[in-house]
């Protein structure tokens, strides 16, 4: 089968799912992936011939996409602040939001800083800020052993993150490490009521876990968090913490008492970090 014509009838097949410039674009990106090829391959070389060693891997995958699973998981990787970050149903797939925080976290990180990421995922903030700052200790935690098993697992570098398993929402008396220089989190912020704007890959793969709070307590992990920073932030300390758009005033409102306290606006102009220091 030529390339262009399995890139055309895929992104046709595609387009009961997706806009299809979007469809098109997940296509090549799995050429890319599973072909080695370029984007444009087809186009400078029109006879150019998925190899037959290639074509069942291929359709396995496209039939993936057909059922709806996130490309990210499709190909296991999402690339995060420059780095390919592995991925599966286990963790939630990275945004370009949160590289935003973690530029916001690496102000004033230095070597020998103490650094706690709650809620890690994937590990993509806590191994970020490692392979960014070398010298610096991070610990993270998630409550998901199959989130910590696919973060220990990202690089084989030995000085990487200390993952622990536990819930953040269990504030414990005392914690390995403390006192901390830098508390981060990307926590679950997502109402219950807020799904039915929600595209259908993210609702049928991606963990509820990691998404979805209820109505009734949306800020339920940010109460915690403050907790977490009150006991175990040192002086001087700060918290970054990713949030809800529509909830910026609320979640800073829980770290009253703090030195300073910041809701900070992303690329788009939208609420979506609170930042504190001690």
């Known amino acids: 089968m030529l390339l262009s014509q399995f890139i055309r009838e895929s ?9 299809p410039r979007e ?3 997940l296509v090549v990106r ?12 087809h186009i ?4 150019l011939e998925v190899p037959a060693d290639k074509l069942s891997a291929l359709s396995a995958a496209l039939g993936r996409l057909l059922a709806g699973e996130p490309l990210q998981y499709v190909l296991g990787e999402q690339e995060f602040c420059g780095r390919p970050f592995k991925v599966n149903p286990s963790v939630l797939i990275p945004r370009p939001e949160t590289e935003q925080l973690v530029q916001e976290a ?6 020998g800083m103490r650094v706690l990421d709650l809620c890690t995922g994937s590990g993509c903030i806590a191994w970020t800020l490692a392979l960014d700052v070398p010298g ?10 199959g989130a910590l098993k696919v973060a220990r697992g990202q690089f084989p570098e030995p000085a990487g993150p200390l993952f622990i398993q536990a819930d953040v929402l269990d504030v414990p008396e005392a914690f390995p490490g403390a006192p901390f220089d ?3 989190s990307n926590p679950p912020y997502i109402r219950e009521s807020e799904k039915a704007r929600m595209h259908r890959n993210v609702l049928e793969h991606e963990p509820e876990l990691a998404l979805f709070v209820p109505d009734s307590n949306p800020l339920l992990f940010y109460r915690a968090i403050s907790l977490w920073a009150r006991r175990f932030l040192s002086p001087g300390g700060r918290c970054i913490v990713e949030i809800n758009e529509e909830l910026g005033e609320e979640t800073a409102a829980l770290f009253a008492g703090f030195g300073r306290v910041r809701v900070i606006r992303d690329l788009f102009s939208r609420e979506r970090f ?5």
Do not use: F, M, N, W
């Open 136 to 145: 610096c200790s991070v610990t993270a935690v998630d409550i998901s052993e």
């Open 106 to 111: 690496e102000q004033g990180l230095r070597s």
């Open 11 to 19: 992104t046709a097949a595609l387009e009961a799912l997706y806009p």
């Open 182 to 184: 830098l508390i981060v």
């Open 274 to 278: 609170v930042a504190v220091e001690k």
């Open 23 to 25: 469809a098109k674009g």
């Open 30 to 41: 799995l050429d890319e992936h599973i072909l080695g090829v370029s984007s444009y391959a």
């Open 44 to 47: 400078v070389e029109p006879g």
